[in-house]
């Protein structure tokens, strides 16, 4: 952590409170889901789809304003503020369409917020350390991550079956993550461009550059293949595992990527980023092949604990390595741009997934996932970008 930039530090922090917020719901969510409203695979899909697209197309257009104006913070602000007043909302729910309704605008904060925060960073970092930067905000981010399902467990040990409980104590570290945001992130100005683009961002690759686009489009067809973590949650239950035993399982997973995110970063610094994306895209595909052939609580845990080794060698790489392929003036726009198109192929993973789910089972659903990575892997090491 020595001669880490100010702001790196405060938005880790301000990661880690909102993420704790965030993972106490994400493993309780789809158990509320199937258990209280009854919903069905392909519906919880559908929600997750369409959760995650919302945030990745958004971080276009925030991404672009914030470059636009010169300032992240206040998008940042808007972004965490109105995510963190919204999601305790779910324990008032009594149907899936209101749970959709609340992911969506829950999501969409997170667009709002997750381009200029990343461009942010980017700025306060130079080259040589900005895989450890990103490192750094990722660990931070997945150790909120990690005390939230923890926290989730400890609410529904205390309370069986719960889950609405566990939504509105969620409030607490969301309320906390605004107020550091708030009161202690002080952001060096960037400048706006000199020529200002009048009207909306244009989706596109010509002024980011060829390499930029390769690896943006390797990224989207692992993407395709990576549906929502709603799945493995499902396939836990799928194979007996207690229901309060779930958030502490996915705990494990996000302790895991706590501990090697920054690790995976400094790596990244010193031997390339291609290199230890392409191990983290091997690493998801056999953990999804896992998931797909279990039969026992004992091998989710194991797969959960492996599964946060893929987490910390690719979330905050791809982020640094799109800042190395394009330069600074740009960066909020690349950041806005390479999540639109993540984003993009989010909807249709999660959608396929649970069509998949109902219609042939876990396997399929799993090891269609596992050869998606399996070709990104391939294409990104023949290509060399």
């Keep these: ?130 895989g450890r930067a990103f490192g750094f905000h990722r660990a931070m981010d997945t150790l909120g991550a990690a005390l939230g399902p ?98 502490l399982a996915y705990f494990t997973f996000n302790a895991t990527y706590a501990v090697f995110a920054m690790p995976a970063g400094v790596l990244s610094d010193r031997i390339g980023r291609r290199g230890v994306l392409v191990l983290g895209y091997l690493i998801f595909a056999a953990i999804y092949l896992g998931f797909g052939v279990v039969t026992s609580p004992a091998g989710v845990w194991a797969l959960f604990a492996v599964y946060g080794l893929y987490y910390a060698a690719t979330e905050g790489i791809q982020k640094a390595y799109v800042a190395d392929l394009v330069p600074s003036g740009q960066r909020g726009m690349a950041m806005g741009t390479f999540n639109a198109i993540i984003g993009l192929a989010a909807l249709p993973a999660s959608v396929v997934a649970g069509a998949l789910w109902q219609a042939f089972g876990p396997l399929a659903t799993f090891g269609v996932s596992a050869v998606c990575a399996l070709l990104a892997a391939v294409l990104l090491m023949v290509f060399r970008i």
């Design 1 to 130: 952590m020595r001669g880490l930039h100010p702001v790196v530090f405060v938005t880790g922090l301000v990661s880690l409170f909102t993420d704790l917020s965030s993972e106490m719901i994400v493993p309780v969510l789809p158990l509320f889901l199937t258990a209280v409203l009854h919903v069905q695979a392909g519906e919880i899909g559908v929600i997750e789809g369409i959760a995650e697209s919302t945030a990745s197309v958004l971080k276009l257009f925030s991404g672009w304003l914030s470059d636009q104006m010169g300032r992240r913070k206040p998008l940042m602000l808007a972004g965490y503020g109105f995510s963190n007043l919204i999601k305790p909302l779910f324990a008032v729910c009594t149907s899936w369409g209101q749970v959709l309704f609340i992911r969506f605008a829950d999501r969409f904060g997170k667009g709002v917020r997750g381009a200029p925060r990343d461009a942010l960073i980017a700025d306060a970092a130079t080259e040589a350390d900005r």
């Design 150 to 247: 923890l926290t989730a467990f400890a609410v529904l040990a205390a309370l069986p079956g719960h889950y609405r409980m566990v939504f509105w104590v969620s409030a607490v570290p969301g309320v906390i993550a605004v107020l550091l945001l708030l009161v202690f992130l002080r952001e060096p100005r960037t400048p706006a461009p000199a020529h200002r683009r009048r009207g909306l961002p244009r989706f596109g690759f010509r002024a980011l550059g060829g390499r930029f686009m390769g690896f943006s489009l390797i990224a989207a067809l692992f993407a395709l293949g990576n549906s929502s973590d709603a799945f493995l949650i499902l396939r836990a239950q799928d194979v007996g595992m207690r229901a309060e035993l779930i958030p």
